[in-house]
């Protein structure tokens, strides 16, 4: 006899991953000439769900280093940068409860473009994020009721009388 039972798991009920595309801008003090570099470190992130919408809050380095004064000093331009983006995760299941976001970097961010105006520097950073939707949903399976049946346990050990043993038993067998 079958019967269906519900189980109450979790599981990932939404799934997604999305490029972002960002523009920055910071003044410096000197003209700078050339940018030599630029590159991004510390990359920190969290996600939280608010209505239908998950809202990623996150912040990273950058670290823009250029030269001034017609090429011949130099210097790093390091800047904190904050961060929020917003995701739409569509998602079949309407009953579900208890949800947590998961977010990964699929793509650290990075320097896709720098450029200079003026005493003004402007770069874009890419990043790709993955999200996961995870919530409390209910499994209908069908139980089957009865019972496998038992194997025979077989002892495969010997049994040694020990009042036949002698002393040099454990020496020989050593």
Not at 63 to 90: A, C, F, G, P
Not at 92 to 110: F, W
Not at 148 to 159: C, L, Q, R, S, Y
Request: net charge negative; aromatic share 8%; charged share 30%.
């Amino acid at each position: 006899m079958s019967s269906y039972k519900e189980i109450v798991t979790k599981a990932v009920i939404g799934k997604g991953k999305k490029l972002f595309t960002n523009e920055y801008q910071v003044d410096v003090g000197n003209f700078p000439s050339t940018i030599l570099g630029c590159w991004v470190i510390n990359h920190n992130f969290h996600g939280v769900m608010q209505k239908d919408d998950i809202v990623i809050t996150g912040s990273f380095d950058v670290n823009i280093w250029y030269s001034y004064d017609d090429d011949t000093k130099t210097d790093v331009l390091k800047q904190t940068q904050n961060y929020q983006e917003v995701v739409h995760m569509r998602h079949d299941n309407e009953d579900v409860t208890g949800e947590d976001i998961i977010v990964r970097s699929l793509k650290q961010p990075t320097c896709s473009e720098v450029h200079i105006d003026g005493n003004t520097i402007y770069y874009t950073i890419e990043k790709e994020l993955g999200i996961e939707l995870v919530g409390d949903v209910k499994v209908k399976i069908e139980a089957n009721e009865e019972e496998d049946p038992w194997d025979e346990i077989v002892d495969d050990t010997v049994d040694i009388d020990t009042n036949t043993l002698d002393d040099n038993f454990i020496d020989e067998n050593i």
